[in-house]
């Protein structure tokens, strides 16, 4: 497919490579988005906005040698694309980029920092034809994007700016630390806010790894889902579930859900279907009140098939949950199709609500949506009293955040439910 790019990139792009093909270099590609810069609507008007527009443009034209092709491909989005001798002199140019940035801008008043992800793929390493390495690097920089804020993601494989000495570690020793139990999982509670009750908790794993300490999972489960160890995680998981199931009923913990996270990954096989079929009969799975949470980027494509298992799982009554929602793809005709019971919205529209009246309005429009498609809403991300007092105008939703409680081992939890 070819790409929406400015058709003389696209012809510049092409004579690039067929240089650099009868040459020792490599061509790098470098896919850069600033931070959606709508936080900053309320602070500037169209003509400042220009003016920022013109700003990044001449900082980003200072870095540029006259050979460099260079283009603006969306709002706050650029394509950058030279030679380099070898991989980490692209790496040093993207660093030296967001070095660039790393001062702050004043405009009306307002000072702000601009945040930078980059993706970075290289002909003939990660691609083979303009549209592969226009992909990569457009991908690559989506991932690192979901991962933080000026970090740069190098090719097909390497999620983050990780060293990839660690990189290399997590590839290798995932698999012994799902069977010695360095991977294990914790709960963090979700509170009704009309009931002023815990009613369920998000599993979340964890990994101690003994040489490299605490992992995050927004290192490790990248890294799972590419070799193939999402599965096994995954049906960890559930089990994990069925055990908490277990332990919550003995201590009379009743109407209290568990959420399990599934990545797309997983989700698109036919092998997770067959999971779902082989747990849901041997373990003592309370599915009525387990939940899947789904993130809006399988909604992307297949949409026919993501629908099939959805409904599958509705036949198991399991609840099916659209994470992150709102930062994604999800488009309206979505949510009238699939059969999906609860929004979850992302934390990055409830920080400082309680100050933004655009974020009110925005999450007013949402719960409404919710309300007239019968779906639930649960608000991620809550930490500050007053980001709870903004929430508690709305009853009947459920929110989750460090404010009602951090991510807990299963006893832990249990002792929080106890006592509230
Ligand atoms: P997520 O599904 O969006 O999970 C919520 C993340 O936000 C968790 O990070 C949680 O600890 C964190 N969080 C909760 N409340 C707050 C808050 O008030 N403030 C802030 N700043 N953060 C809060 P965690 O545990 O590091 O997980 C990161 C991501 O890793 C998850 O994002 C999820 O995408 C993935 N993940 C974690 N466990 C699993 C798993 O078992 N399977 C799969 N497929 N993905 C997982
Ligand atoms: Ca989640
Ligand atoms: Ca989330």
């Given at each position: 497919m070819k790409q929406s790019v400015p058709e003389d990139l696209y012809t510049q792009l092409g004579q690039k490579i067929s240089l650099t093909s009868s040459g020792p270099n490599l061509l790098a590609l470098y896919y850069i988005a600033f931070d959606d810069?709508?936080?900053l609507d309320d602070v500037m008007d169209r003509i400042q906005e220009d003016f920022l527009i013109e700003k990044i443009d001449k900082k980003i034209h200072s870095l540029l040698d006259a050979a460099d092709l260079y283009s603006k491909i969306g709002a706050y989005q650029y394509i950058i694309a030279h030679d380099v001798e070898s991989a980490k002199d692209a790496e040093e140019f993207a660093k030296h980029f967001i070095h660039t940035f790393s001062e702050p801008c004043i405009i009306n008043s307002h000072m702000f920092y601009l945040f930078a992800s980059i993706g970075i793929s290289l002909y003939s390493i990660d691609a083979q034809t303009i549209d592969e390495l226009i992909n990569t690097a457009k991908s690559t920089m989506k991932q690192v994007q979901k991962k933080g804020k000026n970090l740069i993601g190098m090719g097909?494989?390497?999620?983050?700016?990780?060293?990839s000495e660690l990189y290399a570690s997590i590839m290798r020793d995932l698999p012994a630390a799902l069977e010695n139990n360095e991977i294990y999982f914790v709960y963090q509670l979700q509170y009704a806010i009309g009931t002023k009750r815990f009613t369920g908790a998000e599993i979340l794993a964890r990994w101690e790894h003994p040489h490299y300490g605490p992992i995050s999972p927004s290192l490790f489960i990248p890294i799972a889902e590419q070799n193939g160890m999402i599965a096994p995680l995954t049906i960890h998981s559930i089990i994990t579930a069925s055990k908490a199931f277990e332990v919550l009923q003995a201590e009379r913990i009743h109407d209290f859900t568990l959420s399990v996270n599934i990545s797309p990954s997983f989700l698109m096989t036919s092998q997770f279907n067959e999971t779902i079929k082989f747990l849901t009969s041997n373990y003592a799975l309370d599915t009525e009140k387990l939940r899947f949470e789904i993130t809006?980027?399988?909604?992307?494509?297949h949409t026919d098939y993501l629908k099939q298992t959805l409904l599958t799982l509705k036949q198991y009554n399991i609840k099916i949950e659209l994470d992150d929602?709102?930062?994604?793809?999800?488009?309206l005709k979505h949510l009238a199709y699939l059969p999906i019971d609860a929004l979850k919205i992302d934390k990055s529209f409830v920080t400082d609500i309680d100050t933004s009246e655009k974020k009110q309005s925005l999450f007013r429009a949402i719960t409404e949506m919710a309300r007239a498609l019968d779906m639930e809403v649960i608000a991620e991300g809550i930490e500050t009293e007053e980001e709870h007092q903004f929430i508690q105008?709305?009853?009947?939703i459920t929110a989750q955040g460090y404010k009602y409680a951090?991510?807990?081992?299963l006893e832990a939890m249990v002792k929080c439910i106890q006592h509230t």
């Open positions: 810069l709508a936080y097909q494989t390497q999620p983050t700016f990780a060293s809006e980027e399988v909604l992307m494509d929602f709102g930062t994604g793809y999800t488009s105008n709305f009853p009947a951090k991510p807990l081992p």
